[in-house]
């Protein structure tokens, strides 16, 4: 089967859920481009060591580095089924995936596009509380901590801050979501709905 898929979508849609959905239903491996990449800085492997000199100035790191974690990781499973998370970010990067998976043999199958509003993206992030000492999330609408549990609110839950991450990835993937059109790989699945449903419209665009 091994299949490539790209999930698409702004922080907060949902893709983490769907991701974990399909892994344990079909062994799907995650792979969110922060993760690898600190992955490979604890690892200390040499690209390890390069991205961490860029994060520790707070630069963001160049595609060519960020594609050459992306090949590490896809070499260390070449059978598995892999979503990619958080890459590719621009065009210039999607053109260096389909070059990368061609390589190593794969091809990409599916970029499933979590569609959702604005306005419900901040109701899901700006109602987040974590509770600092068990680190369990909470939420003031869906999910309310007991009277108890002082909780506190993240800095990236913080509304103003989740509107600048919304415009950066507004003007970052509509050209992304262009080039995958013009691929007929691009699928749009409703992601305002609930997990369950947004599931099934994933599983059956993948015809699993």
């Given at each position: 089967?091994?299949?490539?898929?790209?999930?698409?979508?702004?922080?907060?849609?949902?893709?983490?859920?769907?991701?974990?959905?399909?892994?344990?239903?079909?062994?799907?491996?995650h792979?969110?481009?922060?993760?690898?990449?600190?992955?490979?800085?604890?690892?200390?492997?040499?690209?390890?060591?390069?991205?961490?000199?860029?994060?520790?100035e707070?630069?963001?790191l160049?595609?060519?580095?960020?594609?050459?974690?992306?090949?590490?990781?896809?070499?260390?499973?070449?059978d598995?089924?892999?979503?990619?998370?958080?890459?590719?970010?621009?065009?210039?990067?999607?053109?260096?995936?389909?070059?990368?998976?061609?390589?190593?043999?794969?091809?990409?199958?599916?970029?499933?596009?979590?569609?959702?509003?604005?306005?419900?993206?901040?109701?899901?992030?700006?109602?987040?509380?974590?509770?600092?000492?068990?680190?369990?999330?909470?939420?003031?609408?869906?999910?309310?901590?007991?009277?108890?549990?002082?909780?506190?609110?993240?800095?990236?839950?913080?509304?103003?801050?989740?509107?600048?991450?919304l415009?950066?990835?507004?003007?970052?993937?509509?050209?992304?979501?262009?080039?995958?059109?013009?691929?007929?790989?691009?699928?749009?699945?409703?992601?305002?709905?609930?997990?369950?449903?947004?599931?099934?419209?994933?599983t059956?665009?993948?015809?699993?």
């Open positions: 089967m091994k299949k490539t898929i790209v999930f698409l979508g702004p922080p907060g849609a949902g893709k983490g859920t769907q991701a974990e959905k399909l892994k344990k239903a079909y062994g799907f491996v792979i969110s481009t922060g993760d690898i990449l600190r992955e490979a800085v604890s690892k200390g492997t040499q690209l390890g060591k390069i991205a961490k000199k860029y994060m520790d707070g630069k963001l160049p595609d060519d580095l960020i594609i050459g974690i992306i090949e590490e990781k896809l070499k260390e499973l070449p598995a089924n892999i979503i990619l998370d958080g890459f590719p970010r621009t065009v210039g990067q999607a053109e260096a995936l389909d070059k990368l998976l061609e390589k190593l043999g794969r091809k990409l199958d599916a970029v499933i596009l979590f569609d959702i509003s604005d306005q419900e993206v901040i109701r899901r992030l700006s109602g987040r509380r974590i509770d600092p000492k068990t680190g369990k999330v909470y939420h003031i609408e869906f999910n309310p901590p007991p009277k108890d549990v002082d909780v506190i609110q993240r800095e990236d839950d913080k509304e103003e801050v989740i509107k600048k991450r415009s950066v990835y507004h003007s970052q993937t509509s050209p992304l979501i262009e080039y995958y059109k013009n691929q007929n790989k691009l699928f749009v699945v409703d992601a305002s709905k609930s997990p369950e449903d947004v599931y099934k419209e994933i059956s665009v993948l015809k699993l």
